[in-house]
């Protein structure tokens, strides 16, 4: 079976990994060490933010005004062709995926920036924004993938291993995992708030 690599995908994923790189050296840079677990947290926002603005702001420029991916140019655009022979909607400027991640590039970028200063702040909306964050993106992806699944997927391509497990199942799965597990977090954060808050009450 054809795996799909190619020297394309190897400098996709290869810029997704500098990404990575850049918000581990800006979680260091913040003073991320001394947070805790809540350096995982920052680590993980900041990568956030930057696949927002450095690949998805993009696809947005090159999906708007009656241009598509297909017929960009661009490292940027060749990176997000390699990721359309799993996903063909992202070539075709579909109104549903662009609609969402105008929103993801706006909203979500402004939630994550305004969640890493409350969380190096000890802030105290950082749970505020925690969950308003977790609930855009898991809402961001459903909205990504359940029409597809509704229809049959007749836009997903999961033949080859490196499109179905690596770009539609890890990378998405990402915004899946993360966002469930902050939620967890907040809950059991605004939990022990809460029963805090009754035991000094009663005092």
């Known amino acids: 079976m054809d795996s799909g690599l190619s020297l394309v995908s190897f400098w996709s994923l290869l810029a997704c990994s500098l990404q990575l790189l850049a918000a581990v050296m800006l979680t260091h840079r913040c003073g991320g060490r001394g947070l805790g677990p809540d350096r995982w947290v920052v680590l993980w926002l900041f990568y956030d933010v930057i696949v927002h603005l450095t690949l998805e702001g993009p696809f947005v420029y090159m999906s708007v005004g009656g241009r598509t991916v297909e017929t960009s140019e661009g490292p940027l655009a060749e990176l997000w062709k390699e990721y359309g ?76 291993p490196l499109y179905l497990w690596v770009y539609l199942v890890f990378f998405n799965g990402l915004w899946v995992l993360v966002p469930v597990l902050l939620l967890v977090q907040s809950w059991f954060s605004l939990r022990t708030l809460h029963i805090g808050d009754r035991g000094e009450k009663r005092k």
């Open 85 to 160: 022979k799993a996903d063909c909607r992202w070539l075709t400027s579909d109104p549903n995926i662009v609609s969402i991640e105008i929103l993801t590039v706006v909203l979500d970028s402004l939630l994550g920036l305004g969640l890493i200063y409350a969380v190096l702040q000890d802030q105290f909306y950082r749970h505020f924004l925690q969950v308003a964050l977790c609930v855009c993106e898991l809402y961001g992806g459903w909205m990504t993938f359940c029409p597809d699944w509704l229809m049959g997927s007749p836009h997903l391509d999961t033949s080859r």
